[in-house]
C-alpha cells in the first residue's frame, strides 16, 4: 500500500492554476492573452514565459517560444502578438497556417498574500488554449477558432475543418 501514499498525500495542483488564454487576432497576427477575470483585473499575472505548439497526430512540437526574464505583468486589456523577432527559439519562423492545429501555454504567476518574512508569496497560473485558424471559401482574412473538448474529453478539432478543406468554412 505504500505505492499509493504520494497519491494519497494530495498531488493536485491547487484549485485556479490552470485558467482559459484567450487567442485574438490583432491585425491579422495572432495575439495571446490570460483570462479576463477578477483575479486578472486585480492582480494582473506575472509573466515568466510563452510557449506555442503544433499538434500533428496526438504529439505536439514547439513553433515558438517567449522568456520574460523582466517578469511584466500581462493585464487581461494586453495580448503577446507572435511575432518572429521575439522568439527565443533558434529554429525558422513559421507564419500560423489556417486549420493547422495549436495550442498555446502562458506561464506566469500572482500574488497570494503575504509571506513568513514579510515578502509576498506566488502562486502559479498557467493559461492555456487550443485552436486554429479559419478562413472562408475565398480565403479571406483568417479568424482564430478556440478549440473545446468533446464528451471523452479530447480536443475537438473537427469545427477546424468544413466541407472537406483544411481551415475553411463554408
Not at 35 to 56: F, H
Amino acid at each position: 500500500m505504500l505505492v499509493g501514499l504520494p497519491f494519497a498525500a494530495g498531488c493536485t495542483q491547487p484549485r485556479g492554476t490552470y485558467q482559459e488564454a484567450r487567442v485574438l487576432l490583432v491585425d491579422g497576427v495572432p495575439c495571446f492573452a490570460a483570462a479576463d477575470n477578477d483575479e486578472a483585473r486585480k492582480s494582473p499575472p506575472i509573466l515568466a514565459g510563452l510557449a506555442v505548439y503544433e499538434w500533428e497526430a496526438d504529439k505536439a512540437r514547439i513553433l515558438w517560444n517567449r522568456s520574460f526574464p523582466d517578469s511584466p505583468p500581462l493585464s487581461p486589456d494586453d495580448c503577446i502578438t507572435y511575432d518572429p523577432d521575439s522568439s527565443d527559439a533558434a529554429e525558422d519562423f513559421s507564419p500560423l497556417q489556417p486549420g493547422n492545429h495549436y495550442s498555446v501555454e502562458i506561464n506566469s504567476h500572482v500574488p497570494d498574500g503575504k509571506s513568513k518574512d514579510g515578502g509576498v508569496d506566488w502562486k502559479n497560473r498557467v493559461y492555456s488554449a487550443d485552436f486554429c485558424l479559419i478562413t472562408d471559401q475565398e480565403g479571406g482574412t483568417p479568424r482564430v477558432y478556440q478549440v473545446g473538448k468533446d464528451e471523452s474529453g479530447r480536443r475537438d478539432w473537427s469545427s477546424c475543418f468544413a466541407a472537406g478543406e483544411r481551415g475553411t468554412t463554408p
